[in-house]
């Protein structure tokens, strides 16, 4: 939207001014006629309809060819369910295939008592790392869902928690704290969870206390404490000054660090993963259920004990409370062993003396049970399948793994025992799938071939990837071998001080960035060649405007002399380069040929500027004068077949001649600019399709509007010429994200830039929805 604050702009007075046009003004134009749209020969979806073609939730398919986050895991019957950022995944531990039972892959909170595979979740991660999305399922089949706060989807109609639910819908647990990352159901049915609370860490996030708590289902006495039915209670982690583990002692006044994962063990014991915290050492603890002796040790319930972790030993068969351990993750397997995920191995605390794993063990022992591992791979979550199989999410490469117990056919492959296997998560990123970063621009080159931008998401050395780089065909790009449909990042052996937003594929297929800190538009070839005057290599970028300074500067002389801050920026088939600069307040003109364009004398790789006098007061300029004799607020701009400049500019759709003539219905002199539609207070990005009909990205209603150059039927409705429609997204109310069906019945989620391919799609991207939509033409 207009006021997103990963612009970089000094817009702070624009941005007030842009609210109050948006509450005072109200304009809807008429929209297309209603209903689905006509079904396309020849097969294919029909036009108008909305596809995902990078981002979204991807699946359903082979789990080991979607990406993945790495979040807790869990197993119930053939189900292994694991989180990955804003949806839960499912994959069938015989076959190996992934679907996505909740979640529609954007944070928030819409959906909520609807069907859970359209709603949205928090995607809580909390500020030390761990991902905060878990999934089990009660005793009743239901899937409980940690993700900040609890949520539970229905596996029948019927009343649970307290609450009427309906089959396959989601509702959230009422009562349930804040920032909880785990959660399961105990033998009683009383929900118990595991929460890390950041703000009770003040300044110093990396030492957050972590609390054990249980949401009561009906009255009792569990884990030592009397309960009553809706009440919450704190077990462990009640005293966050606490600076000692407590172990021995009653759990409420044991000290916690940040805890991972919860589990429950055979005897209903809670068993907790806590990554530890200053003076708080990492160490597997338990929550006595009962009086009895676990693991070795005499526990009371209520009590808090560890049972691995605290020591210093790293030796195999040592006790588990004298080892040392990272404790990223726990469970136990159907002997009653304790697994845990130890960041470079998985580890075995023994719950009986006996033999397991191939190896002898005694009670309350720790030991190693997998092989060596490559240090690129990090057991963190851990789960036992019901086959005996050990599994275990892999920070280290986004996947999750299996160690094999015996020998059979388990996710669609045939094991060994002792080996280990990749069962879900992908080392290629798919395009459809999670996106690196939330994406704010999209392009297409004449091939098809999607370019994406993405809105600063910097490293830990404050700096940031360029764009990606989907290919239609497979074949070699950039100098790599790249296959259809996959997203890459563009090799560009250039470090960026934030994400380059803005995009733009020129003729030969090259991609052209506009690097903002650094105030330099620079190019990336898709092949070695000489472009803009220049011999380029593939894996480097090149510098064709801007010299490093920001003030808008050298008009008239080269462009690589010239000082300016670029931002949206477009091409076109004549190899002209056109960025909006300072802060949208004028648009600059890199010209490929010597010529007169825009009613200017121009030279070859000088550059010029075509529109806007560098400042904006608030006042439009009205219609038919001088581009560059009134001030200018532009948010985007493309180039039309006629070589015009088409903006989405002071709030309207405006033209600047490039030549004198008849275009859009009226007689136009070149370099003069024309307001051809609006007001639309959202306006933030055009593009023109193959029939000269303009497209515009208005950001505040979220929605896609064409200005109709001509009658005829387009992306599935029929349009006069002239008048404007609504092509995608809903401009009140909302709905489902709606892929795969009608565009104008979608929800768009934040639409921050728009292209067409050149087989007509219009493609979309939607900045909150980190995804990249097309609608069939």
């Not at 609210?19 to 749209?37: F, S, Y």
């Not at 929900?191 to 972590?210: K, L, Q, R, T, Y």
């Not at 915290?277 to 006595?288: D, F, N």
């Not at 009140?732 to 799609?761: F, S």
């Amino acid at each position: 939207m207009l006021g997103r604050p990963r612009r970089r702009w000094p817009w702070g007075v624009i941005r007030i001014i842009v609210a109050a046009a948006a509450a005072l003004l109200v304009w809807q134009l008429p929209h297309g006629p209603a209903g689905p749209p006509a079904a396309r020969t020849g097969g294919g979806p029909p036009p108008g309809t909305i596809m995902t073609v990078a981002g979204g939730v991807a699946g359903p398919g082979p789990a080991t060819r979607i990406a993945l986050d790495t979040c807790p895991i869990s197993v119930a019957g053939d189900s292994l369910y694991a989180g990955d950022d804003e949806v839960v995944r499912r994959i069938d531990t015989r076959t190996g295939w992934l679907t996505t039972p909740v979640g529609d892959g954007t944070a928030g909170d819409h959906g909520i008592g609807g069907p859970a595979a359209g709603a949205e979740l928090e995607d809580s991660t909390t500020s030390v790392g761990n991902c905060s999305l878990a999934a089990a399922q009660d005793a009743a089949g239901n899937l409980l869902i940690a993700d900040g706060r609890v949520y539970v989807v229905a596996a029948r109609s019927g009343r649970f928690y307290g609450q009427p639910m309906q089959a396959g819908h989601i509702y959230r647990l009422g009562g349930s704290p804040y920032g909880v990352v785990d959660v399961r159901a105990d033998r009683a049915g009383n929900p118990v969870m595991i929460a890390d609370d950041p703000s009770v860490c003040g300044s110093e996030c990396s030492d957050i206390p972590g609390s054990v708590q249980v949401l009561a289902e009906r009255a009792g006495t569990w884990y030592g404490r009397p309960m009553q039915a809706g009440r919450l209670y704190t077990l462990a982690g009640q005293d966050e000054s606490a600076t000692a583990p407590g172990n021995g002692g009653p759990a409420a006044r044991a000290g916690l660090g940040d805890l991972a994962e919860l589990r429950l063990d055979s005897a209903g014991n809670l068993l907790i993963a806590d990554t530890g915290r200053t003076g708080i050492p990492a160490e597997i603890r338990v929550i006595a259920a009962r009086d009895g002796t676990f693991y070795g040790q005499r526990m009371r319930a209520g009590y808090s004990y560890a049972i691995a972790g605290g020591g210093r030993r790293t030796g195999n068969g040592v006790p588990g409370p004298s080892a040392s351990v990272a404790a990223l993750g726990v469970t136990h397997d159907r002997a009653g062993n304790v697994i845990i995920g130890d960041s470079t191995r998985l580890r075995v605390v023994a719950a009986h003396t006996g033999r397991y794993y191939g190896q002898p063990m005694i009670t309350g022992h720790i030991y190693t049970v997998s092989p060596p591992l490559s240090r690129n791979i990090i057991p963190e979550y851990v789960a036992v399948d019901g086959a005996g199989n050990l599994l275990f999410a892999d920070g280290g490469s986004g996947t999750i793994r299996v160690l094999a117990e015996r020998a059979g056919q388990f996710y669609g492959r045939a094991m060994r025992p002792g080996h280990i296997y990749i069962v879900a998560g992908s080392g290629q990123a798919a395009a459809p799938g999670k996106l690196p970063a939330l994406p704010a621009g999209v392009a297409s080159d004449g091939a098809g071939d999607l370019v994406i931008g993405y809105a600063p998401n910097t490293d830990r050395l404050g700096l940031s990837r360029g764009p990606d780089f989907v290919p239609a065909r497979t074949g070699r790009y950039f100098g790599l071998p790249m296959h259809a449909g996959q997203r890459y990042p563009i090799p560009v052996g250039h470090r960026f001080g934030a994400c380059p937003d803005w995009v733009a594929a020129d003729r030969a297929g090259n991609v052209v960035i506009a690097d903002q800190p650094a105030r330099r538009v620079l190019v990336a070839p898709v092949r070695d060649g000489r472009f803009y005057g220049q011999r380029m290599r593939v894996g480097q970028v090149y510098p064709v405007a801007g010299d490093g300074r920001a003030a808008s500067s050298g008009d008239g002389g080269p462009a690589l002399a010239a000082g300016l801050t670029p931002g949206p920026l477009a091409t076109d088939p004549r190899g002209d380069i056109f960025v909006l600069d300072s802060g949208g307040n004028r648009v600059r003109m890199v010209p490929a040929q010597s010529g007169t364009w825009f009613g200017q004398r121009m030279t070859a790789g000088h550059i010029y500027t075509v529109a806007g006098a560098g400042s904006w007061s608030g006042q439009t300029a009205p219609s038919a004068v001088p581009a560059t004799g009134h001030g200018l607020f532009a948010f985007g701009l493309t180039v039309d077949a006629h070589g015009n400049l088409v903006l989405a500019a002071d709030y309207r759709v405006r033209v600047v001649a490039r030549h004198t003539g008849r275009f859009y219905g009226r007689a136009m002199r070149a370099g003069y600019v024309y307001t051809i539609a609006g007001p639309f207070p959202g306006a933030h990005d055009v593009a023109v399709d193959r029939h000269g009909n303009i497209l515009l990205d208005d950001a505040s209603a979220n929605v896609i509007r064409l200005i109709a150059e001509r009658s005829g039927r387009f992306y599935g409705h029929q349009v006069t010429a002239g008048r404007s429609y609504v092509m995608a997204g809903r401009p009140h109310g909302r709905a489902g994200l709606g892929a795969g069906g009608p565009a104008t019945q979608a929800w768009l989620d934040g639409p921050d830039g728009i292209a067409v391919a050149p087989d007509g799609r219009l493609l979309i991207a939607e900045y909150d929805g980190a995804r990249i939509e097309a609608v069939t033409p």
